[in-house]
């Protein structure tokens, strides 16, 4: 898996079934707290440990 931008991880996690964020998080008009890989339950050392980011990534293209 190459090192994936921000911008990646959120198109990712809004398509991952298996998205389980680490906590509720309300919505912010910054963007902040959009859903992203890097704030998911299965995402640890830059990883998801489900091993599905390769996966999602090869269908969108």
Avoid: V, W
Wanted: negative net charge; glycine residues 2%.
């Amino acid at each position: 898996m190459d090192n994936l931008n921000m911008s990646e991880l959120k198109a990712i996690a809004t398509r991952c079934s298996q998205y389980s964020p680490i906590e509720s998080q309300f919505t912010s008009s910054t963007g902040e707290n959009e859903d992203n890989c890097s704030k998911c339950n299965h995402y640890e050392n830059s990883k998801c440990t489900l091993d599905l980011i390769d996966e999602i990534r090869s269908n969108m293209q």
